[in-house]
C-alpha cells in the first residue's frame, strides 16, 4: 500500500527565487546567465521536490519550460540570412535571456527591499521609551565564531540531495528491504524525543539513521514541518558547511 504524502512548505517563496538562490550558489553572472548549467540545476531541485512528493506550485513548471524554451532557442544555428542582415548593419535579435534577466533583477530590488524593511522592523522592536536597563544577566552566552547563516528550504534541498548520492554510493549491491509506513507525525515525534533525551546539536544527516528511501522522505518532511512549526532550529557556520539542527525543547 503506497501511501502519498502531500505537504506545502511556506518557505517557497517561488521560481525567480529559487533562480536567484542558484545565482547565488554558483557564484553565476546575472548579466551573463549560462542558460544550460542553470536550467540543469534548476531541474535538479524540480525532480528532488517531486520525489519529496512536495507540492509544486503550477508556477515552477512554467518557469521550468520558460528555461527549456531559452535553451532550445539559444541551441538553434543562426540562419544565413539573419547573419547576412547583421553584417549590413540591422539591429541583431534581441538575446532570449534578456526577458528572464529583467525580471531576475527587479525581483531582485524588491527582495532587497523587502529584506531592508525587514532588518528596520527588527532594530526598531528594540526601541524602549523607557530608561535603559541592564539585561547582562539574560542575555544568551554569545556562540563562539561569526554569526550563523541564515539556511533556506534550498539549502535543506542541497543538503538532502548530497546525503542520497552518499546513500546511494554506500549502499551493498544486493539487499532486502522491510517496507514499513510511518506517519510523519510519528517520525516528528521521534526526532523530538531524540532531542528530549540528548539535547546537543546534531548534524542534518544524524537524523536520517536508515537507508530505506521511505524513511529518508518522511524524515526530510518531518524536519521540514519542525522548522515551520518552530520546533526545532538549523544552523549553518558559513556558506556550503554542514547544517546543524538543535531542537527546542
Known amino acids: 500500500m503506497n501511501v502519498q504524502y502531500k505537504v506545502k512548505i511556506d518557505a ?22 549560462p542558460v544550460a548549467e542553470i536550467t540543469e540545476q534548476y531541474m535538479l531541485y524540480i525532480h528532488t521536490m517531486k520525489e519529496l512528493q512536495l507540492d509544486v506550485a503550477s508556477e515552477y513548471l ?11 532557442g539559444m541551441l538553434l544555428p543562426k540562419h544565413e540570412e539573419e547573419l547576412e542582415e547583421d553584417d549590413f548593419g540591422f539591429e541583431p535579435e534581441e538575446d532570449p535571456r534578456d526577458e528572464l534577466m529583467r525580471r531576475l533583477i527587479e525581483y531582485r530590488k524588491y527582495k532587497e527591499a523587502a529584506d531592508d524593511l525587514r532588518h528596520m522592523e527588527e532594530e526598531r522592536s528594540k526601541v524602549f521609551t523607557k ?14 565564531g561569526s554569526d550563523p547563516v541564515n539556511v533556506t528550504i534550498y539549502d535543506m534541498l542541497g543538503a538532502f ?6 546513500k546511494k554510493l554506500q549502499k551493498p549491491l544486493q539487499t532486502k528491504i522491510a517496507r514499513q509506513e510511518i506517519p510523519i507525525e510519528k517520525r516528528m515525534d521521534e526526532i523530538l524525543d531524540e532531542f528530549r533525551r540528548n ?33 526545532i532550529m538549523i544552523e549553518q557556520e558559513e556558506n556550503f558547511s554542514d547544517i546543524y539542527i538543535l531542537g527546542r525543547v
Not at 530608561?131 to 563562539?144: M, N, Q, R, V
Not at 540531495?161 to 552518499?166: F, S
Not at 546537543?200 to 512549526?229: C, G
Open 199 to 231: 539535547p546537543r546539536r546534531r548534524k542534518f544527516t544524524e537524523l536520517f539513521p536508515s537507508d530505506q528511501k521511505d524513511h529518508l522522505v518522511v524524515t526530510f518532511l518531518a524536519i521540514l514541518e519542525l522548522m515551520k512549526n518552530n520546533s
Open 131 to 144: 530608561p535603559p536597563s541592564d539585561l547582562s544577566a539574560y542575555a544568551a552566552e554569545p556562540a563562539a
Open 161 to 166: 540531495q548530497k546525503m542520497m548520492r552518499r
Open 12 to 33: 517557497f517563496e517561488g521560481p525567480l527565487d529559487l533562480l536567484l538562490h542558484l545565482i547565488n550558489t554558483l557564484e553565476i553572472d546575472i548579466y551573463d546567465i
Open 62 to 72: 512554467v518557469m521550468a519550460a520558460t528555461l527549456l524554451s531559452i535553451k532550445s
